[in-house]
Structure formats: structure tokens, C-alpha cells
């Protein structure tokens, strides 16, 4: 089904139409954040970064998530979906505005990536939420095609934000961060007044009342974490999913430190940063297409081919790009990798996303959404961590390219054994 005709069809739905509204706003919202976070931390002209730089905001920004992870599980499996949508945007306001504020003091310290941590700490839990929502608005036979859809729509929502704020940052005079970073507050809150729409229960969790009450859940949180461990080991398909999109989180990961590095001090004069942000924003841009295309595939192929089958032919793509023509380090080329390695990371997230959810009970699924959001944020500090050894500033390194494409053909190779998928012959 065309990615247009697919979603014409999903948002007759009037509760899914309700929910996706959500989405969109509130990631339109993240991208404009984001321009103006890229902006002032990695693209100021004081400011040349090094791949130990980036792992270092990344590392500040996404892991402490990992430890909030397991209690945000037991929540979403106790608290109201609908109201998680709402309070988490409204609660975000608070360190979004305060961002704005030290950037008018022209701050960059420990208090900055404080409120940036707590500003994505709650994004992760507003999208676990929206993961653990979704089956409840749409029929279990149109999962795979809303998980094609709605994802993807909240990245091209996510693209739009960032390329209308790169575009307005530029005709604002003076401090334009500050503005950008309000206009992302005025989206947070508007999507918390969408979620109104949505009825308290509809979402639910629908859960086990012999689990106990959530303060018992809390004190025993390790207790709790190792019974969705249980559960994921009683559906290998869900665990092995979750293996797969861990290292493909890795091998991503890896290249994004790469892609910045390359625009911020290689294509680029170091001191010319407007090019240089300019230059990464149509890099997104291109990426976010290959997204697209992904939503318009995926349930194509993965009727054709089964979601394992497409998941295995989506990391042989990413293997190949790499190393061709992503090995010939332009910006024409880059843009060519870009793209295919788009559509290679929406494809599998989508699949992946539609076999942990019709193979995990509802009652765990809050948990292992929060546990699939954790493995996305330390897999990809993890890699990082690893590209400061072997990405140079410079971001131009054969050797990590290597590694990147290795990486995704030994996750197809591995995953079409462990599935019994029929390897394809570019892998043989």
C-alpha cells in the first residue's frame, strides 16, 4: 500500500488519528529542540568537536535513562497511558525552558546537560509510552502497516521541525537558540492539550492485578525487571529481535559520530560551522527520505518476505553502502550511504517493533519497551565510546568503516541462521 493511501487509511481511525497527532507534534517539536542543542553544543565557532566529545554529550544525555529504564516499565504498566502522554509534555516544559535560559546566559556546563538529560530522559518515556499504546488504537492485523506508519511520520515530523527551525534560526537576529529552543516548549505543550482528546483508559495498561501495587513493584524493581526477562526468554522471536536491533544500533551509532565529525571538520572549514550544520541538516534530510521509503516498503516486503526475511535483506544493504559508496568519503556519496542506511534503520525498527509487540503479552509490554529504549541508548553510547578510539577528529577512518560494515553483515549472517533465513548472496 502507498505510504499515503496507508496512512489515509489508518487515520479513519478516529482514536489512531488522536494518537498520531501526538506523535508528530510532539517530535516536530524534538526537531526544533535539536537544531538549536546541534547549534549551541557541537556547532558554536568556540567549539571544535572530537569524537570524545560527542560520546562524552552522548553518554550525559542518553544513559542515565538506563537506570530510570526498569522503573518506567513497572509504570507503564501501571499508570495510564494517556496521562503519561500528557504529563511527560507538560513536565518537559520545565527543562526545555530552562535550556532557553541558560543559553541566554551563555552557559554550557554541568547545569545545561543536567536539563538536557531530564528533557530526554522524559522524551525516551513519552515514546516507550507511545509504543506500548499503539495496538490499542489499531487492529492487531494492521500492526505491521501502523508501525510502518507512525514511527516514520514522527521522524519526517522530526525532520520538518529541524529543517523549518535551521531555516528560521537564520532569520532571526541576535541570540536566534533561545527563540528556537521556546517555539519547542510552544510544541510540547500543544501536543499534551492533543492527548486530552484521548479517553484516560483507552490505552490502558490492561494489567495482571496479581502483579501487586506499583510501590511494591518499585522496592522489588529487580524483581520486576527479571520476570519481563523471563517473559522475553518464553518469546525468542521478541529476544532475538531485540539482539538484532542492538547491533544494528552499534553499527549506527557508530556511523553517526562519523557523519558529524566529517561535516564539522572535514567537508567543511572548522570555522565555517554554519556550512558545516548546514551541510549535516541536509544529510538528515536525506535520511529522513530513506525513512519514508521505508514505510512504503516494509509492508510490502514483509508480506512478501516475512519481517525476519526483510530485516536480514535491510542489513545486507547497510553492509554493502559502507563500503560502497560510503568508502569514497564525499558529500555526494555520503548523501547515497546516508539514505540507503535510512532506510535500513526504519525497516528493521519497524519489524522489530511489530514483533515485540504480537509476541509480548500486554501486561510486560510497557516493560520491554522500556528495555528496548534502554538497549537504543546504551548501545549507542557503547559505540561511541568505541569511536573515540578509532574515529579521528577528522571523522575519515577506513578502518572504522571496516568495522561498521562488518558489523552489519555479521547481524544478517546471525540473525538469518538463528531464523532460518536464507542468507543473501552478496553475505555468501
Keep these: 500500500m502507498h505510504f499515503a493511501a496507508a496512512l489515509r487509511h489508518l487515520l479513519r481511525r478516529r482514536r489512531f488519528r488522536q494518537l498520531f497527532a501526538v506523535r508528530v507534534t510532539s517530535q516536530a517539536s524534538d526537531g526544533v529542540f535539536q537544531v538549536a542543542l546541534a547549534s549551541y553544543v557541537l556547532f558554536s565557532p568556540e567549539r571544535q568537536p572530537d569524537a570524545a566529545s560527542i560520546a562524552g554529550a552522548l553518554a550525559a544525555v542518553l544513559l542515565p535513562f538506563s537506570v530510570l529504564g526498569p522503573f518506567v516499565g513497572v509504570f507503564l504498566d501501571r499508570w495510564s497511558r494517556r496521562q503519561v502522554l500528557l504529563v511527560a509534555n507538560l513536565v518537559r516544559l520545565v527543562p526545555v525552558l530552562t535550556v532557553a535560559a541558560l543559553i541566554a546566559t551563555d552557559l554550557d556546563g554541568p547545569a545545561l546537560f543536567a536539563m538536557i538529560l531530564v528533557a530526554f530522559s522524559i522524551n525516551r518515556f513519552f515514546l516507550a509510552g507511545l509504543s506500548a499504546a499503539l495496538p490499542h488504537v489499531v487492529a492487531r492485523d494492521e500492526l505491521v502497516l501502523a508501525n510502518s506508519i507512525t514511527p516514520t511520520s514522527g521522524t519526517l515530523a522530526f525532520i520538518v521541525g529541524l529543517g523549518a527551525a535551521s531555516v528560521l534560526r537564520g532569520l532571526i537576529p541576535g541570540n536566534a537558540d533561545i527563540v528556537v529552543v521556546a517555539i519547542a516548549a510552544l510544541g510540547y505543550l500543544t501536543a499534551a492539550l492533543l492527548a486530552l482528546r484521548l479517553p484516560r483508559p483507552l490505552l490502558g495498561p490492561h494489567f495482571d492485578a496479581s502483579m501487586g501495587e506499583v510501590k511494591e513493584q518499585v522496592r522489588h524493581v529487580v524483581t520486576g525487571l527479571s520476570a519481563g526477562v523471563r517473559h522475553l526468554r518464553q518469546r525468542p522471536a521478541a529476544a532475538q529481535a531485540l539482539a ?89 556519496a555520503l548523501l547515497v550511504a546516508a539514505f540507503v542506511l535510512g532506510l535500513s534503520a526504519q525497516g528493521v525498527k519497524i519489524c522489530v517493533d511489530t514483533i515485540v509487540q504480537t509476541t509480548v503479552d500486554d501486561a510486560y509490554r510497557g516493560r520491554v519497551f522500556s528495555l528496548y529504549d534502554v538497549i537504543f541508548n546504551v548501545v549507542f553510547v557503547a559505540a561511541a565510546a568505541v569511536g573515540i578510539v578509532i574515529v579521528p577528529t577528522s571523522g575519515k577512518s577506513y578502518a572504522a568503516l571496516g568495522i561498521i560494515a562488518a558489523g552489519y553483515a555479521i547481524t544478517a549472517i546471525g540473525y538469518a541462521r538463528t531464523t532460518s533465513v536464507r542468507t543473501p548472496a552478496l553475505l555468501r
Design 244 to 332: 538484532v536491533i542492538a547491533a544494528h544500533r552499534f553499527c549506527y551509532g557508530l556511523s553517526t559520530v562519523a557523519t558529524i565529525l566529517l561535516y564539522r571538520n572535514y567537508f567543511h572549514d572548522p570555522a565555517d560551522t554554519d556550512a558545516a550544520l548546514a551541510g549535516l541538516s541536509i544529510a538528515i534530510l536525506v535520511s529522513g527520505i530513506g525513512f519514508l521509503l521505508a514505510a512504503v516498503l516494509t509492508p510490502v516486503a514483509t508480506a512478501r518476505l516475512t519481517p525476519p526475511r526483510w530485516m536480514v535483506v535491510l542489513l545486507a544493504a547497510a553492509a554493502l553502502v559502507e563500503v560502497f559508496p560510503g568508502g569514497l568519503y564525499t558529500e555526494s
